[in-house]
């Protein structure tokens, strides 16, 4: 499949994108031995892309579960001393960037990958990708609430729902949502003048965190990947 150059070399770990854009402006990039043009397209397992001379080889795409421990921010550089997730990933010697974000302060299932199409597919609305969360709330909830969270709340002007909610203890609650916008979870529960005390990502799609040990990783299986975008959600999260 075809993709913007810069994209590419970005994938394949050499630079970023914006350097990239640069290194194809000043004619340092070839495809199929021609000098390549900011805008160009490429086949990666099809085409002969070169940076400086030297053929892009793609690394092997790797696809990691972190049961991500509280305190560390989801990106690949912190700010002001922040510790990041990367800092977690003992031992990998690949490349990767976290599919989505958790709060500094949120704990549970996080994704990172090299492969920019997946991440895409898990990220992007369109493809309504359920995330279910383990919450504490300051208070109980209503009867009336249950039904605000469930009808939508209007939430940077869009109408944001719950697939559902079920009660699991004094202030617990177990929430099952698709929609992917920052913070939404906190948000939704603001909304309704009640504060998160403690938020925790248990699965995406079908796919759950289990009994991977807090700040622990490990590779996925073929199989735990088709379960992150199975449809058959309701049957698997009676089972869990």
């Not at 070839?30 to 690394?59: C, H, S």
């Not at 696809?63 to 922040?82: A, D, E």
């Amino acid at each position: 499949m075809k993709k913007r150059l810069q994209k590419i070399i970005a994938e394949a770990g050499i630079c970023s994108r914006r350097k990239a854009e640069e290194l194809i402006k000043k004619g340092e990039v070839t495809i199929n031995g021609k000098v390549a043009k900011l805008g160009d397209k490429a086949d990666p397992d099809k085409d002969e892309i070169r940076v400086k001379g030297k053929l892009i080889k793609f690394p092997e795409k790797v696809y990691i579960m972190l049961n991500k421990p509280s305190g560390y921010v989801s990106t690949t550089k912190g700010q002001f001393g922040q510790k990041t997730v990367m800092e977690l990933l003992k031992g990998l010697k690949i490349r990767v960037f976290p599919v989505g974000r958790l709060d500094v302060d949120t704990e549970g299932l996080l994704l990172l990958t090299n492969d920019g199409d997946f991440a895409n597919r898990v990220m992007h609305p369109r493809y309504g990708i359920k995330k279910t969360y383990f919450v504490v709330l300051n208070g109980e909830l209503s009867e009336k609430d249950v039904k605000k969270l469930k009808s939508g709340i209007i939430i940077d002007g869009k109408r944001v729902q719950i697939d559902s909610i079920e009660k699991k203890g004094k202030h617990k609650y177990r929430l099952v949502i698709h929609e992917g916008m920052k913070r939404i979870v906190k948000r939704l529960f603001e909304a309704i003048e009640f504060r998160v005390r403690y938020l925790y990502r248990d699965k995406i799609g079908n796919l759950s965190v289990g009994r991977l040990p807090k700040g622990k990783w490990r590779k996925l299986t073929e199989r735990e990947l088709m379960l992150i975008f199975s449809e058959d959600f309701s049957n698997s999260s009676k089972k869990s």
